[in-house]
């Protein structure tokens, strides 16, 4: 299965979510979401994080969509190998892991971003879409693939 990442805006906020279904145990596709040094490794989406990726840890995190700017970003839940929570004031991305079969887990990205001013610079912020499904293919592939080990 995969759901195209898919965004819906409202007045104050915006969320944007993917989901695929990735043929690899849990631990795998958990051990790449929280080691933060390897991501630009596997996910061109990502430039660099920086910090320790646990609960209540801070994190600096740089992203393509707007590679100027860094994010400083707070782990909000840490529920091995189930559920990862980060964000700041604006917003939360939440990623989540579903035992579906004997060796597929679905991967589903959820972010949700506003509040009271956001309305005033929300036509600034690009579309995730496109990040987004690139984000899920990237991490499909690493952990799909034969190696196992994190380069």
Known sequence: ????????????SRETQVEIDI????????????????????????ISIDGEIGLGKKLKLKSTLDPKRTF????????????LVWGDAMGKRTYTLTKKGQDTVTFSMHEKIGGPI??????????????FDQFAADLK????SSSGAQS
Do not use: C
């Open 1 to 12: 299965m995969y759901v195209q990442a898919k965004t819906i805006h409202r007045f104050f």
């Open 23 to 46: 043929r690899a145990e849990p631990d795998r596709i958990w051990s790449l979401l929280v080691d933060a040094v390897g991501y630009p490794k596997w996910n061109s989406t990502v």
């Open 72 to 83: 400083a970003l707070t782990v909000r839940e840490f529920l091995p190998p189930e559920r």
């Open 118 to 131: 956001f309305p005033l610079f929300a036509r600034m912020i690009p579309s995730f879409d496109a990040s």
């Open 141 to 144: 592939k690493k952990a799909e």
